[in-house]
T-cell receptor, first 113, second 113 residues
Framework: DAEITQSPRHKITETGRQVTLACHQTWNHNNMFWYRQDLGHGLRLIHYSYGVQDTNKGEVSDGYSVSRSNTEDLPLTLESAASSQTSVYFC????????????FGEGSRLTVL | KQEVTQIPAALSVPEGENLVLNCSFTDSAIYNLQWFRQDPGKGLTSLLLIQSSQREQTSGRLNASLDKSSGRSTLYIAASQPGDSATYLCAVRPVDSSYKLIFGSGTRLLVRP
């Protein structure tokens, strides 16, 4: 079955360290997204991509970056982790820019000490 | 600015009951609306996607309706089971910012045996 996998599922890091969260999907979807989920804020979009070499900022992109070198992967990098970036991060993908169903990974729980 | 509201925030019902979860949104200019289920510590599982031109979608014991003009959607769960216990989220894809979904804060459902 096609799926979307995230790694690591849990990570603890220190303030100032660089962290990369991996996302890999086997649906061959063009569109990929990164969201963060926080109590009181719900799900918020960090970055998204409509295809290889395309990346765009979402509503909470400061301190994060992504790159899209192939269809299957969209890694999320925290350049210098901050305590405010402690959160659960979800990767998602869809086919069809406006009408496609969105599918989510299992999430990566990041704690920044 | 599009806002999505889900009422009630929490719901507890005995097993076997039919129940309705509500979702309202402030701007009717949407491409589609999607219902998700989230179990504790897990990712979001897509339940139903309703395009703006559709009135309802059905999958097994689930039926979702959409009244775009009034800004409302309902998720009907027939013959509820303890395994239905989870948080249910609705999300809309706005026409003016189609790259992202706007999520409600969810309804936490407990089905008691």
């Amino acid at each position: 079955d096609a799926e979307i996998t995230q790694s690591p599922r849990h990570k603890i890091t220190e303030t100032g360290r660089q962290v990369t969260l991996a996302c890999h999907q086997t649906w061959n979807h063009n569109n990929m997204f990164w969201y963060r989920q926080d109590l009181g804020h719900g799900l918020r979009l960090i970055h998204y991509s409509y295809g290889v070499q395309d990346t765009n900022k979402g509503e909470v992109s400061d301190g994060y970056s992504v790159s899209r070198s192939n269809t299957e992967d969209l890694p999320l990098t925290l350049e210098s982790a901050a305590s405010s970036q402690t959160s659960v991060y979800f990767c998602a993908s869809s086919e069809g820019q406006f009408f496609g169903e969105l599918f989510f990974g299992e999430g990566s729980r990041l704690t920044v000490l | 600015k599009q806002e999505v509201t889900q009422i009630p925030a929490a719901l507890s019902v005995p097993e076997g009951e039919n129940l309705v979860l509500n979702c309202s949104f402030t701007d009717s200019a949407i491409y589609n609306l999607q219902w998700f289920r989230q179990d504790p510590g897990k990712g979001l599982t897509s339940l139903l996607l309703i395009q703006s031109s559709q009135r309802e979608q059905t999958s097994g014991r689930l039926n979702a309706s959409l009244d775009k003009s009034s800004g409302r959607s309902t998720l009907y769960i027939a013959a509820s089971q303890p395994g239905d216990s989870a948080t249910y989220l609705c999300a809309v894809r706005p026409v003016d910012s189609s790259y992202k979904l706007i999520f409600g804060s969810g309804t936490r459902l407990l089905v008691r045996p």
